[in-house]
């Protein structure tokens, strides 16, 4: 009998992270799990228009329900590549950021190589990448985002890798945004030992506070795949995303497209090109949102110091979704507090679930997800956190 | 420097056939390219009542934009299920039914495995492949499908397949549909070598004549995937299919999925499923479009005959939207014939794109796909051809 086989065997049972976010809460818990939009930024009303605009016009509905080309449709290219400051030929759209992290490794990273990767790391982009690999260097993520310097001693030492992997923007989970200088220096080292930057970047438009470390470093590089989304910002369920790619890889992307699901569905491209080429609109979405999550983002942090002075290091986020607190008090058992919580009617997800390496340090961590809780749901959270606390 | 790499290396550039659809014909051409629905036959005001109902209700658009399980929504599973007479479970939604075979190649078909395919095969299928293998057992394609006794003579030989890939109504491109009794012997083959059946299906709705041939045989065996799409009915543009799993397979193509695009967008799957729910919807759809076939299928043999009498071996098609006609005159040029057309103003797909091996056979044959053009247009290419012919 043929064994079961090749991509598929092998592949890791999901557990923990990448499924609480769907699993079913305790009745009446608050959820701060998912990386997930506001409702109140969804901008519906104006999704209705433009979806009720593609279906009057018969002619051009049926037309847009025919076959289309792979990369994409032409003026949502466009309008991405000129935000990117970028030949529209390198824009290919995605079903999504976890697609383009899909193709991104299809499509550099050998059978069996070696990726260097955040530590902590978003626990999916591992799963992504067990397709073609699962031999990992984890590269610790600190208080300015991911260490070039530890990775260029590793180069430096004779280590070799197909790729890095990092979320240079309010990365997932530790929410810390990785400087300019460093950007420079990890495309650098990419140019040098010939690897592949992959910059995953879902959060980079929802900043609220602090200043741009910039993305043209990546976007620039022949060396540096840029992959983005508009999950964040119009929401998950479109399943739209798109790759920044250097020239070199525009044509393997598309031919690997080809062999899966040929093109995004015509009908979600019509919709979001129809309102991302309205002048000012996709601006001005964002900027309601971030006025959301700035708010909510600090109703938090002041809930937390409030509720439980002293048992967090925090720091305020510039933007994203996350905030990354850190236990203050080494001897408290995480797991424990976890199960506490859920019962208190507040759950999380556990630092633990985000280590890449057998460290210990992100166990000490919670990552809360802040973006879609009102703030009189985000103060519930602490004053429900702090029972748990006190029922140590 | 990394070599660029792994499933996107080596991928054939994309050339004749799969292109030619997208490819712009002479000015004012009829083309007869696509296996693609009538435009008359999309209904459009459905789609545009069931998006309205979704962006009016709020707290609902809202929900709807969020992340969603892999597998693909429940009630749309279940009404697939029920059709196809299996457990929900067993459903899983893809991304159209290229997305569909991607996936099936991708964990039953060992890299460098063998094949077998259809002689003459859709092209696209061996794209689809690449990514796993480019070893292919051509098996013949005669008057009724698939040679399962040629197949069953090679395995007695002593040869060994991954699977075989087989479309089994209505064939892409020659029309034919293969009888219940050869479908239970592939089937029987395939369990007792331990290979699987890839049973590409997408034209199984379009029956306008003739006896359904059944495809239980798929469903009930372990070593079948049962691929489906609504393309062909609701149009290519929703990037929406399904694979009928057999039980082993649904957590190995669940995971694969994980580590792809996660899931189909929302928005999609929730305009579908709220009109195939509906009583009676779907079943309305597709009797309408078979309306429209079964004339334009007539209309297109006839006119052949008259403008070209006896210049083409021709059947009556049951079902589907090709016409795979042979040339009677094997002294013909097919080449020249098709240059000649195409300057005339019809265009088409040459028999020579589907050749799965180096036999002459698929050459001699012109594929026509009749499905979205009007009878007026239909007979208008007939006389076009004919100039073709006058010209040689």
């Known amino acids: 009998m043929t064994d079961i086989t090749v991509l598929s065997r092998g592949l890791s049972v999901p557990k923990g992270f990448g499924d609480a976010s769907l699993v ?24 209705g228009r433009a979806s009720a605009a593609l279906w009057e016009d018969r002619p051009a509905a049926v037309a847009g ?38 193709l991104a490794v299809l499509t550099v990273v050998e059978r069996g190589a070696t990726v260097a990767v955040d530590d902590p790391v978003f626990p999916l982009f591992l799963r992504a990448l067990e397709v073609s690999t699962t031999a990992t260097l984890p590269v610790p993520v600190v208080g300015d985002g991911f260490d070039v310097e530890y990775l260029a001693a590793r180069l430096a030492a004779g280590e070799r890798i197909a790729a890095a992997y990092t979320v240079p923007d309010f990365h997932n989970p530790s929410q810390v945004t990785l400087p300019a ?21 879902p959060y980079r438009e929802l900043r609220f506070a602090g200043e741009d470390q910039g993305h043209a470093v990546f976007n620039d590089s022949d060396r540096a795949i840029h992959v983005n989304t508009f999950t964040k910002t119009l ?19 598309v031919r690997l497209r080809n062999r899966g699901d040929s093109h995004s569905p015509t009908v979600t491209q019509t919709i ?30 002041d809930a937390l110091h409030e509720e439980l002075p002293g048992a967090f290091g925090t720091q305020v986020p510039e933007g994203g979704l996350f905030l990354w607190p850190r236990l203050r008090d080494d001897s408290l058992d995480a797991a424990a507090l976890y199960e506490r919580a859920a019962a208190a009617g507040v759950v999380y997800q556990q630092g633990a679930h ?35 606390f006190h029922g140590a």
């Open 24 to 47: 079913a809460a305790p009745p009446g818990a608050i959820r701060l799990l998912g990386g997930i939009p506001a409702p109140e930024a969804l901008p519906v009303e104006d999704f």
């Open 65 to 102: 329900l025919q076959y289309s080309q792979t990369p994409g449709f032409a003026a949502l290219r466009s309008w991405i590549a000129a935000r990117e400051g970028v030949d529209p030929r390198r824009i290919v759209i995605t079903n999504g950021g976890m697609h383009g992290l899909s």
């Open 181 to 201: 200088d460093k950007r420079r220096a990890l495309v650098e080292l990419a140019e040098r030992y010939g690897f592949y930057v992959i910059a995953d970047n």
């Open 235 to 253: 929401g998950p369920g479109w399943r739209l995303g798109w790759l920044v790619l250097p020239e070199h890889l525009v044509d393997p992307v």
């Open 272 to 301: 979001v090109e129809n309102l991302v080429t309205q002048d000012g609109w996709f601006d001005g979405v964002v900027k309601a949102a971030n006025d959301l999550y700035r708010e909510r983002a600090q109703v938090l942090v």
């Open 354 to 388: 985000f280590a890449a390496s057998p460290q210990q340090e992100s166990a000490r961590h919670l990552r809360f997800a802040f973006g879609d809780r009102t703030p009189d749901e985000l103060r519930e959270a602490a004053r429900r956190l702090a029972q748990a």
